[in-house]
């Protein structure tokens, strides 16, 4: 039986039969190479798969890499002065002619305690400038974009147009959603790591980048958006251009996401003048609320159907530069109990991949 249902779309670049029988990887175009004009395509990449057949499988069908977890400040920092450089996997995206964005500078989660507890407001921000202006420019030439600060909105926003009332802070210190960041230097810690990293490596693009930004959540859009609008005001030509460069969309999402919520924030966000990079897609498919228990045909279609009306969406949009993919495969994404990516766990592609290579067709 065919798992691919009865979508029309084209094979391997031709108007050929969909396969009666999943495709490995290898025998795929590759899927970057359908949006050369248009934006990068990317996934993530982690030390130990360099060099084996998930590398072989990141280099033909991406042009971009994310590290998923090796360059946030725990991994290259964990302790005062100690740099872990995360060089081999960088150098091996590279010499495979990918580029490189690095994910992240500064964010309240995995982030080493030394760095911003226990320490005065003034030692906080000498850590935080130290870690990102060290981070970068070791890295400066390889990495062509950095998300400088992650997620530092409340999922629970304000709805006012007041930004800073809606940044993470440490108010339940237990909890680990809390932003130390702000807690301990203030609403300014954002504005103050933008201006370390446009000074530490003023050739490569900074981003802000968080999850839930489309309008099914849209105080936190509009909270994002009130931010960036104010800070780039404030920061027209710092270094020559806008303090921020781009929103990174982090697009967690799952089969009842309303594809229109996501392009209402397109649209708002490219309303600012900046880039926006679609930096973490993937879509859960057997989730508590879904309409599926297993990942069925039907399943795997429905998933193949959304991918393809986010596609369609990007397309539409010069600003978005890159689109990322949050896992090479089922049996390794970090949600990998609900089907969310393009390749199952043997790397074959599912109904998704073909969806995302042309959802026009879909
Ligand atoms: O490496 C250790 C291992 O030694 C240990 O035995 C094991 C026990 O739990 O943990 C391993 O570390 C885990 C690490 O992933 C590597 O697998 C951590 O516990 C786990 O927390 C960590 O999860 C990562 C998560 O960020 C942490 O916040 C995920 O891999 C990574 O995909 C995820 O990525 C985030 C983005 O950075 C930001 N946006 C959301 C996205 C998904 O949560």
Redesign the pocket.
Known sequence: MSSLGSCDFSFGGKDEEPPAEPVSWEALTPLHSRYTAQFLIGN?VSPPDIGGVRFNLLKKHFNIATA??HM?PDAMQPSKGYFNYPDAMVNAVLAAGMQMHG??LV?H??TPAWMNTGVSKEAAIANMTDHITKVMTHFKGKVISWDVV??AMRDNSSSSDNWRESLRKDESPNANDNSRWNQIIGDEYIEIAFKAARDADPDAKLYY?D?NLNMSNSNKAYAVYNMVKDINQRYPAYGGRKLIDGIGM?S?HHLNTDPATVEASILLFESLGVEIAIS?LDIQTVFYGSPYSSFTEDAAKAQAEKYAALFKIFKNHAAIKRVTF?GLDDGTS?RSSSYPVLFDKQYMAKPAFYAAENPGKF
Do not use: D, L, R, V
């Open positions: 993530i998923e977890n946030k994910h992240t964010w989660s995995q992650n997620e980048n999850y982090q967690h973490e949050w970090w």
